[in-house]
């Protein structure tokens, strides 16, 4: 069964450093998402992506945030420079239409120490 | 966005049917209801969604309200592996996003 994979798994990073997220979505789907979870708390939506642009962004998903599709099999978030705040669960997702199912990653647990 | 109001927790033995309420009093006339869930240390996994009628499918059933104000997510025969939280979600036609809110948390026992 066809599934989102992302890369790494767990990332440590001292805070006020970049960091990139991978994934790779499922290959026919068009739309691609990042959502994140705060231990213990909510998913949150960070941002959607549809044909090589953002079609729409949650206030978390600041200056500090981009996304990238770099090259067709790829979807990365990249934070610019992390804060201890922004420790969570990173979760991508994709779906075929925006109406359809959205299949989740595994999730990156990002540490900022 | 239409809130939806679940229960916190519930608990079920193995083998017996599990029926999860969801409210949803502010529904528009073009929300898809939508269930997810989220298995310990996973991530959100779509389980079943529908518009007015009820709907089937290998994982579970959803039990539609004629007014659209509640529905029921039914999971016919529980196991240990149904033990996660399940989020009810109204999605609208035109959204392709997702809002979570703190889903029911599902025990199921021996």
Redesign the interface.
Known sequence: EPE?TQTPSHQVTQMGQEVILRCVPISNHL?F?W?RQILGQ????LV?F?NNEI??K?EIFDDQFSVERPDGSNFTLKIRSTKLEDSAMY?C?S?YR??T???????TRLTVV | DAKTTQPNSMESNEEEPVHLPCNHSTISGTDYIHWYRQLPSQGPEYVIHGLTSNVNNRMASLAIAEDRKSSTLILHRATLRDAAVYYCILRPRTASKLTFGTGTRLQVTL
């Open positions: 989102v739309y998402y959502y909510k998913v949150e939506f959607s549809y079609s729409e949650s979760f997702a779906s925006g109406d199912e959205a299949f989740f990653g595994q999730g």
